[in-house]
């Protein structure tokens, strides 16, 4: 994926990511999760998309996922176990080269909230 998913279980900060796609093609940004202690999910998250891109569609799909927690964080052990995660994906426009920006709202099975810039690049 072009991003790491982000750690899914307290309230996170605004982000920009910086991103490459292919162009035509579809790219796995993200894919976002809440896990309990003994790692079973909490369920799914939901996107809130906040701008068009101009140069492209935005598609999000369920799936399952391995977490990557940071080796300090006390869910780090469920990095080994696939849960339900909300993926999101990028496709631009078949033949486009450049740049598009796509901001985003995610909201964790937890409540947590996150804003996210995705500046992206075509190639």
């Known amino acids: 994926p072009a991003a790491e998913p982000a750690p899914a279980e307290e309230p996170l900060p605004a982000s920009n990511i910086s ?3 292919p162009s035509g093609k579809p790219a796995k940004f993200d894919a976002y999760y809440t896990v309990n ?15 068009d891109v101009q140069h492209g569609k935005f598609y999000v799909k369920r799936g399952r996922d391995y977490p990557k927690f940071p080796h300090d964080s006390t869910f780090h052990k469920c990095n080994a176990t696939l849960v339900p995660s909300t ?4 496709k631009s426009i078949g033949g486009y080269v450049g740049d598009d920006t796509l901001a985003v709202e995610v909201t964790l099975a937890s409540g947590s909230k996150l804003d996210v810039t995705y500046n992206i690049t075509i190639k």
């Open 87 to 90: 993926q999101f994906y990028y």
């Open 37 to 51: 202690p003994d790692c079973s999910s909490k369920g799914y998250a939901d996107i809130l998309i906040k701008n």
């Open 19 to 21: 991103a490459t796609a």
